[in-house]
């Protein structure tokens, strides 16, 4: 899901179950997509999310709000337009986060 017209959502969170509940209620709040789910050590997670900006940015505060009453959300950002060589070269899963996953 590439393009200049999606936006990219991110909400990090201090605890696993946190982000499920922002996951969870982001995908249910807005048509976005989930393309990343990356613990990052010391108990935080980052979601990342994509979609057209209205939706991206509807589903990250309704996942921030759920994440709160959870645990800790540490970051929320939406970023329009996401320029393709970010994508491309930061919005890589690392190996570590990859064997976490599975």
Excluded at 1 to 17: D, H, V
Excluded at 36 to 60: E, H, M, N, Q
Excluded at 65 to 86: M, N, T, W, Y
């Amino acid at each position: 899901m590439s393009g200049t017209n999606l936006a990219l959502g991110i909400i990090e969170t201090r605890s696993y179950a946190a982000a499920i509940e922002a996951a969870d209620a982001m995908v249910k709040a807005a048509k976005v997509t989930i393309t990343g789910f990356i613990p990052t050590g010391g108990g935080f997670v980052s979601i990342l999310v994509r979609g057209d900006v209205a939706s991206v940015k509807a589903a990250v505060e309704s996942g921030a709000e759920l994440a709160e009453k959870v645990g800790q959300v540490v970051a929320c950002r939406v970023i329009p337009r996401l320029h393709e060589d970010v994508e491309a070269n930061l919005l890589t899963v690392p190996p570590m986060a990859k064997e976490a996953a599975a």
